[in-house]
């Protein structure tokens, strides 16, 4: 029941970064999401989810939505990595994984990337001027001119909507946990999470099928430490894959069909 919640808090972020070169209602907005997803799990690097959502666009402009779409998916790897970390720490100081000195060294690159990442928000004005002053990127003002035009309150807007989404698949997966009766306390649970959704991240370039085997092999090393039924995560793990993944990649297809019967009229 929370997953169309989840993708309907993606497709209201696409919505209001897309308004920057095109008006799209919700429903377009969801559809655009839900093809992009389809798309993305046989391309590295989520270059389909690009794909996905500039095919709902009608503007002659709608190539300037790849900042857009960037931006978007930025906010959503920033909030990952803000509770990645966080579970990421208590891992370090809870469990004092070998080799240790590897592990902080990681945490430390983490915290800089978060920093980072605050930075980079509060100049995005400056991304224009920079790209003007070099050359070697002069190509691609075209397509990240547009992060210029979203102000300081629009971007706090959609990181808390962000927020609210990774929120919203943290708390299916730790129901999901319960399912299947892994007896540890929700801070271990929702810490292994955040780890989990990092490690996703991170090796976003290695996309496939969803990431499922990134997400199965993190979560058995992550609760390996805690004693917990292997078994019982990989089985939960795969279910919210199911949920959260197969089940609206289903209905992307059915949307990509659509898509192709309507330019095939047309």
């Not at 919203?168 to 271990?188: A, D, G, H, P, R």
Request: net charge positive.
């Amino acid at each position: 029941m929370l997953t169309p919640l989840n993708w309907a808090l993606e497709a209201l972020k696409w919505q209001k970064l897309a308004s920057k070169v095109e008006q799209i209602s919700f429903s377009e907005a969801y559809r655009g999401v839900l093809i992009g997803l389809t798309f993305s799990t046989a391309t590295p690097m989520m270059i389909g989810d690009y794909a996905g959502k500039i095919l709902m666009l009608k503007s002659n402009k709608r190539l300037q939505s790849i900042g857009a779409i960037l931006l978007g998916n930025s906010l959503q790897m920033y909030v990952s990595l803000l509770f990645g970390t966080l579970g990421y720490l208590f891992f370090i100081i809870y469990s004092k994984p070998s080799p240790l000195i590897v592990h902080i060294i990681a945490i430390i690159i983490l915290a800089g990337c978060l920093v980072f990442g605050v930075f980079l928000s509060s100049h995005l004005s400056d991304i224009q001027v920079f790209l003007s002053k070099n050359r070697f990127f002069e190509y691609l003002k075209k397509y990240l001119g547009i992060l210029e035009n979203y102000t300081i309150d629009e971007l706090r807007n959609l990181f808390y909507i962000a927020t609210a989404r990774y929120l919203v698949f943290s708390f299916q997966f730790l129901l999901m946990f319960k399912i299947f009766e892994i007896n540890l306390s929700n801070t271990v649970l929702l810490a292994g999470i955040g780890i989990i959704f990092l490690t996703k991240t991170i090796i976003s370039a290695i996309n496939a099928l969803g990431d499922l085997g990134v997400r199965a092999l993190t979560s058995i090393y992550y609760f390996s430490y805690f004693g917990a039924d292997i078994a019982a995560i990989s089985s939960a793990t795969f279910m919210i894959w199911l949920v959260n993944v197969l089940l609206p990649i289903i209905f992307g297809s059915i949307f990509i069909l659509q898509l192709k019967l309507t330019t095939k009229n047309a």
